[in-house]
């Protein structure tokens, strides 16, 4: 019975007025609709809009595209569907709306709508089985990476590039040209139970994550042992799953509810709930808005935090030298999505030695948005290469960046220049610094 309520909450459509385009489904709710005057503050901001420069690939215009759909003036038509599919989901408009409109949770519902409802060429749908059903079950992930190392190690790799084998397929090719060096063997895992260092501050439980913990193992060890030092007993539940972002970016809200029940049940009993990936730290701090009628999904989302929060207020010691130039990169969930703009900086200004040069547009979308890079590679490519033109104009050796989809862009767009500039995560900088391992600077280069 909660999972029906749940799933019809919004208002579907306004009293007296025409059918609505959507079912009663999880529709945009219509106070949100109503709460744009379309006063056009949010166009500067929206970064489909700074790349095609059309009105209805702006917030204000797909939420024009909205309220018609929802007055029933017009239906879910190609037209409709390709606007709302242009839209990243940075969630930069929200920061810039004064009216505090839920761009959010509007896109995401309108997408759910759109997945179920409406026919999706063949290449797509596979695509998104392909995603969703790799990214939220561990075992498959695990298989389908050994197999994508035999496929670096073996030359194919080497051969397909060189014969642009997959430029007719360009979701294809974006997605190969994406992959990291990938190490043979299965990712190192964080002990489950890691016991404070010094004064105990209470306890945290790491959001592993699937990118995170599949491509970026060393963020998540990272991470472990700085909370560890800062005076956190920090557990890793391994019943913990998926965090249901992926499903909510592409529209499968019933799957992402399903995976957000299971993390419920394994962080229940930790203090806070920390995430080291923007877009994860995001999703779980909507817990309380996908499971509304579920008080202990309000009660975890309210214990959700960054990383870079927990570290900021209790910085771990000593610190060691990195003399190292950095900008900040600050990925659009944890700017927009999470309003967590100062905590990174805080850790990164703690490091001796380290300069820190603002970059700028520093919030503006990379382009990687989930699986926006792999569904829009034309518009996600003009993104990227005015972001590595903003580094570029930094100096920085480093940039660093708390999201590993916004690593993954952001690597794969450096060592496409044959750019000397790394891309980290900012907890592995504070974790060289704490170490005494990376003064003078010697962590190892990224391989493309």
């Known amino acids: 019975m909660a999972e029906a309520v749940t799933r019809t909450a919004a208002v579907a459509s306004p009293p007296g007025r025409a059918p609505s385009a959507f079912d009663a489904i999880d529709p945009p709710d219509w106070e949100g609709i109503l709460d744009c005057v379309h006063c056009g503050i949010c166009l500067p901001q929206c970064p489909s809009y700074r790349v095609l420069g059309q009105e209805m690939d702006s917030p204000r215009g797909r939420i024009y595209l909205i309220r018609a759909a929802a007055e029933g003036r017009i239906g879910l038509s190609e037209n409709f569907v390709t606007h709302m599919d242009r839209c990243l989901g940075c969630r930069a408009c929200e920061s810039a709306c004064p009216g505090g409109v839920p761009f959010g949770r509007l896109i995401e519902a309108v997408h759910g709508q759109i997945e179920r409802r409406v026919p999706r060429p063949l290449g797509r749908r596979l695509l998104g089985r392909l995603i969703l059903g790799v990214f939220a079950d561990r075992r498959r992930l695990t298989l389908g990476l050994r197999a994508l190392a035999l496929y670096q190690r073996s030359g194919v790799r080497r051969l397909v590039r060189g014969g642009r084998v997959l430029t007719a397929f360009p979701r294809l090719e974006a997605m190969e040209a994406l992959l990291p060096h990938l190490a043979a063997n299965t990712p190192h895992e964080p002990a489950p139970v890691v016991e404070p260092i010094g004064p105990p501050r209470g306890s945290v439980g790491l959001v592993r994550g699937c990118v995170q913990a599949a491509l970026f193992p060393e963020v998540n060890q990272s991470t472990v042992d700085l909370l560890a030092r800062a005076g956190y007993r920090v557990l890793v539940p391994p019943t913990q799953g998926c965090c249901g972002a992926l499903?909510?970016?592409?529209?499968?809200?019933?799957?992402?509810?399903?995976?957000?029940?299971?993390?419920?049940?394994?962080?229940?009993?930790?203090?806070?709930?920390?995430?080291?990936?923007?877009?994860?730290?995001?999703?779980?701090?909507?817990?309380?808005?996908?499971?509304?009628?579920?008080?202990?999904?309000r009660r975890l989302s309210a214990r959700v935090r960054d990383v870079s929060e927990l570290l900021a207020d209790a910085l771990p010691e000593p610190r060691h030298?990195?003399?190292?130039?950095?900008?900040?990169h600050e990925p659009c969930h944890l700017a927009h999505g999470q309003r967590v703009r100062e905590a990174p900086r805080i850790l990164l200004r703690a490091i001796p030695g380290l300069r820190l040069v603002e970059l700028p547009e520093s919030d503006v979308c990379c382009g990687s948005a989930g699986v926006y890079n792999l569904l829009e590679p034309a518009i996600a490519r003009e993104l990227l290469d005015r972001k590595l033109e903003r580094i570029a104009g930094t100096g920085a050796e480093v940039v660093v960046s708390g999201n590993p989809g916004c690593l993954l862009q952001l690597r794969m767009g450096l060592a496409q220049r044959g750019s000397r500039v790394r891309a980290h995560h900012p907890v592995e900088l504070l974790a060289w610094s704490v170490a005494g391992a990376g003064g003078p600077w010697v962590p190892p280069s990224p391989r493309p």
């Not at 399903?258 to 806070?272: I, K």
């Open 247 to 297: 499903h909510l970016h592409w529209g499968a809200r019933d799957d992402a509810r399903r995976l957000a029940r299971a993390n419920l049940a394994a962080f229940a009993g930790v203090d806070w709930v920390a995430a080291n990936a923007a877009g994860c730290g995001a999703t779980l701090r909507e817990y309380g808005h996908l499971l509304a009628d579920e008080p202990e999904a």
């Open 321 to 328: 030298s990195l003399p190292v130039t950095v900008t900040y």
